[in-house]
């Protein structure tokens, strides 16, 4: 699971627990211009993972850390599908950040009111 904040002009996610030593991450920081949008997708989880460097993926328990797939470099914190959000980057090592959290409904609207908040 992670957490997802908003601090000054970043986006802040937190890895916890275990997942921080399946994903080899505990924390990235994206400034929010690089930002492109969120969503909540339960769907994700079907989509090609690609090749795995580094990270874990056991079918149907977790998907986490860095995942390589058609030139885009993904990152993956995932262990119930129902509750992911996908967030779109720019300009960042990762193109997407696919991560479990809480509410996936409230995250979308905190990264997407930050979003509209910064481009203006």
Request: zero cysteines; hydrophobic letters at 45%; proline letters at 6%.
């Amino acid at each position: 699971m992670a957490k997802v904040r908003i601090d000054n002009d970043s986006l802040i996610v937190e890895i916890e627990g275990l997942d921080k030593l399946w994903a080899l991450k505990s924390r990235l920081a994206i400034p929010l211009l690089n930002v492109r949008g969120a969503t909540a997708d339960p769907g994700v989880i079907k989509e090609p993972k690609g090749i795995r460097a580094p990270g874990a993926h056991l079918p149907g328990v977790i998907i986490a850390g860095t995942f390589h797939v058609d030139g885009e470099r993904i990152f993956w914190d995932v262990r119930d599908p129902a509750k992911a959000v996908v967030i779109q980057l720019r300009d960042e090592r990762y193109t997407r950040l696919i991560i479990q959290v809480a509410d996936p409904r409230a995250t979308v609207a905190l990264v997407e009111h930050a979003i509209a908040r910064s481009t203006t």
